[in-house]
């Protein structure tokens, strides 16, 4: 029995089905998953059977759940022990917090404290927004997702110089919205080299590409309140003065100012800077992205749609921002080593 059970172990450990698919080590081993699904699923039938059987209120019993499944995790390790943490406070505050107000979660025998009470101990909710930003940037990068999309989308601009720069502008901006507008710039301007390799040396035109990507990231990072520290203290300072304006609020009044912005942008370089008439057009370099970049993209899009979609679901932002860092922490994709250069864990003595 014991050998049969050590055999599949190692059978687990080696069936990776993220690796047949894409030549890459999934983010969690089967075997992790496995234990995950096991703690899960107990906790959730424990937790159905306290709110059957017994008069605790549910909170108490959300509580016990969480307890539970916590516990398992320490003490398996299935997931390294800082996800399982931030795994905790993200159920304490969609079960507990309930921000979304939801039915038949929250508290039942006293007033809802709100989610903001189960932030508090970690950060105030415009740094949570802000870390589950870094941490989809953190991910996309990690898995050569930014350059792979910036390529796709470049090719779909079309091949010709002005479109091209059209391409720089508009994929520079649309990625400076929800990563850093430094590292959305140095992104493009490794991925315009090839380009610029087939512009002669001399050629005015040069200049234009060079220029459109800073200022097009500048343009960009109005675009939503993660994109830019300005933007998430204009967001903190609005709240204080009680003005509390969504992340489709925003959105909504920055879009034409960031179209208008860069249709400006566009007019003055190719002004500035005339296409030759001897570039016909170029050859825009693209890569593929493979099962684990997909999963980042899947992620990436359901974190945006949930942020846009506030009005309908009613989970205010900071608490979306939570996603992002929960799934990759606890799958995996994102490691110690990840949020050590973010400065968030602190190195070994």
């Known amino acids: 029995m014991f050998q049969r059970l050590k ?29 995950f699904s096991f703690g899960a699923i107990t906790a959730i039938a424990i937790v159905i059977y306290l709110l059957s059987n017994t008069d605790l209120p549910r909170e108490k ?52 404290p709100g989610f903001r009470y189960f932030l508090a101990p970690l950060s105030d909710p415009v740094i949570i927004l802000f870390f589950g930003g870094f941490i989809l940037a953190i991910a996309t990068v990690k898995e050569g997702v930014d350059k792979a999309l910036a390529g796709q ?35 493009m301007i490794t991925l315009s080299i090839p380009i610029l390799a087939q512009i002669p040396p001399k050629e ?8 459109a990507i800073p200022f097009a990231a500048n343009i960009g990072g109005m675009g939503t309140p993660i994109s830019s520290p300005p933007n998430a203290v204009a967001v903190a300072y609005l709240r204080s003065a009680g003005f509390d ?23 003055i370089l190719s002004r500035l800077y005339k296409v030759p008439v001897d570039l016909v057009e170029f050859d825009v370099p693209k890569s593929l992205i493979d099962a684990r970049g997909w999963f980042v993209i899947f992620i990436f899009a359901s974190t945006v749609l949930l ?34 250069s973010l400065g968030l864990l602190t190195p070994k003595i």
Do not use: C, Q
């Open 61 to 112: 019993v959300f509580m016990v759940g969480i307890f539970i499944l916590a516990t398992w995790l320490w003490f398996t390790e299935a997931v390294p022990l800082f996800a399982t943490a931030v795994l905790i406070i993200g159920l304490e505050v969609l079960l507990l917090g309930n921000p979304g107000n939801w039915p038949n979660i929250g508290f039942e025998a006293v007033d809802n």
């Open 7 to 35: 055999r599949l172990k190692e059978a687990l450990d080696i069936f990776h089905f993220f690796e047949r698919i894409s030549g890459k080590k999934p983010p969690l081993a089967i075997r992790n998953l496995i234990i």
């Open 204 to 211: 005015p035109f040069r200049k234009s590409i060079m220029l």
């Open 153 to 187: 989308l470049l090719n779909i601009f079309g091949k010709s110089p002005t479109r091209v720069l059209l391409g720089m502008m508009g994929v520079t901006a649309i990625f400076s919205m929800w990563m850093s507008n430094t590292a959305t710039a140095a992104m």
């Open 307 to 340: 942020w846009l979609t506030d009005f309908f679901h009613g989970l205010p932002p900071a608490v979306v921002a939570l996603i992002p860092p929960i799934v990759f922490t606890t799958t995996g994709l994102i490691n110690t080593k990840d949020l050590k």
């Open 245 to 267: 304006i969504s992340f489709f609020e925003w959105f909504l009044i920055a879009l034409p100012v960031w179209l208008i912005l860069l249709v400006i942008l566009y007019f």
